[in-house]
């Protein structure tokens, strides 16, 4: 128990059933004293506060515990000095990352004073604590934080037009100043992890089946690239509408024969999952609606049925089958295999007595 000085000089108790730190305990006393002092009404103060009359009378007499934005708004209703204000808070969350610099990214009241914290402007935060948020955040103007000594290193700056209309393109998001303690510099570096992915699946090429579509996609315009084609995915994504093509690609602007190729992915998690014949005649179906496309590869990690064999080989003039071991040659960027010739016939007749023999 602690004593303290009731309103008429006599000695009221106050439980010291919650652990609270002095300065809470003195704020919280000081709340009470000020609420019966002038006359105020506690349901009144309560429903300000958010709380339930009840609630607020056990969190003012030390039997519960009242959130830090809470005991902010309770002190601003019962007029005590911001000074004291500070001094409870920086025992509660001084320190942490609930208290902290902030600048304005829209415009604000005081939480205590009720002045207006402009967009842009430097101002003290306090974060919500807990799970449920229940407590919201509070806001402290620069007058009220200078008061406390949280923005003793701030200087004095003029709000240039440059700033304003930086301030203006900003979307509804805190953003910390550069000085705060708790801010860390973030560092965004693009990194290259083709060269590690090869590595990995041809060290274990079970790691085929595991990436997903849209990795597997990326790893095939990736070798497509290596080759020295122009390969890009289409529809932005695997689960996106592509009108039945997955990557386009074009020959590099050295090649005297420009072309436009067509490929379709089928990834598939099962390594014993083959690709039938469907998605052949659909991508077929596709070229022959557009013109442009001389080209069609259908790319896949596992392999193909027999009836979808016999379908490119009566399209090979439009369709190749990449499958399984294809992707391993080209994950070893081995491109010039004679595998990737196998397509085409080593011999044509022209015509009745004329053949030609290819290399």
Known sequence: MVSTPGTDGSIQSVSKSVHTPEEVRSTLADIRQSIERRGLLIDRVALSVGVSPAYLQSCLSGKRSLAPSRLVIASREAGIEF????AALGKIVGGTTQLRVSRAARAYNCSYCGSEIRRNDEYVRLEPSGLSNQAGAAHFCRSCSELARWLQRLPHRPRRAAEHMISTAMDDRQLPLAFARHVKPTYVQLVDITSTLAAKILANPAELFELSPPQFEELVVDRLSAMGLDARPVGGGTYRRDGGIDIIFTPPKTFPFPFIGAVQVKHRRDPSSKVGPQPLRELIGVMATNR???AGMIVTNTSFTPDAKDFASRNQSLL??????????????????DAAWRDLPTRIQLCEGISVDLI
């Open 320 to 337: 190749r089958l990449r499958d399984f071991h294809d992707l391993m040659r080209w994950v070893a960027d081995n491109f010039l295999d």
């Open 292 to 294: 442009f496309f001389a």
């Open 83 to 86: 000074t004291r204000v500070a």
